[in-house]
């Protein structure tokens, strides 16, 4: 029985993640997590596909940390905070 709780938020989470990571993300990342090739080229960047090993190895408080502070050439996602990053987190793991 609580092995059923602990998926209901999960899947809730991941799907709330997906309407903020369409809003906040999808214009960089693209639908799938592959990345956007133009922006890419543009910033002279190489977007890891966030479905792949290297990201998917990170751990949630270093994905938070990306979402929130930025890495690289990628700014803080300022319009995504509170619940919100963790929802983009749950959603960006239903990428493997």
């Known amino acids: 029985m609580l092995l059923g709780f ?8 991941a799907s709330e993640g997906k309407e ?5 993300c999808k214009s960089c990342h693209g639908a799938t997590g592959q990345g956007n ?4 080229k543009m910033m002279k960047v190489e977007m890891k596909p966030l479905g792949s090993k290297e990201v998917q190895d990170k751990s949630d408080a ?28 749950a ?3 239903t990428l493997r």
């Open 62 to 89: 270093d994905l938070k940390k990306i979402v929130t502070q930025g890495t690289g050439k990628m700014k803080p996602v300022a319009s995504v905070t509170g619940k919100q990053v963790d929802d983009v987190i």
């Open 6 to 13: 602990s998926m209901v938020p999960a899947f809730a989470g």
């Open 37 to 40: 090739p133009g922006l890419a």
């Open 20 to 24: 903020v990571y369409d809003k906040a």
């Open 91 to 93: 959603f960006v793991r």
